[in-house]
């Protein structure tokens, strides 16, 4: 949405979705997660503690740290 130029903003895409700014910036750094880590959840191998709530902590924005938290089974 915000790629396309639908919304202009995090604070215009969050107002359409009806949602907080924060979660809407929370959710979109998980288009940051590692290629490994984005399959590994998608065939069910991330690890237990590998939660959305975990992940919209924040994650490291280099894969190589993203792997040194999060080691996929």
């Given at each position: 949405?915000?790629?396309?130029?639908?919304?202009?903003?995090?604070?215009?895409?969050?107002?359409?979705?009806?949602?907080?700014?924060?979660y809407i910036s929370?959710?979109?750094?998980?288009?940051?997660?590692?290629?490994?880590?984005?399959?590994?959840?998608?065939?069910?191998?991330?690890?237990?503690?590998?939660?959305?709530?975990?992940?919209?902590?924040?994650?490291?924005v280099e894969w190589?740290?993203?792997?040194?938290?999060?080691?996929?089974?």
């Amino acid at each position: 949405m915000l790629e396309t130029g639908e919304f202009g903003t995090v604070r215009e895409l969050a107002k359409a979705e009806k949602v907080n700014e924060t979660y809407i910036s929370r959710a979109l750094r998980l288009t940051l997660l590692a290629p490994d880590i984005v399959e590994a959840i998608l065939h069910g191998r991330q690890p237990e503690e590998m939660t959305l709530p975990a992940l919209m902590e924040g994650v490291a924005v280099e894969w190589a740290d993203q792997n040194g938290v999060f080691v996929a089974r």
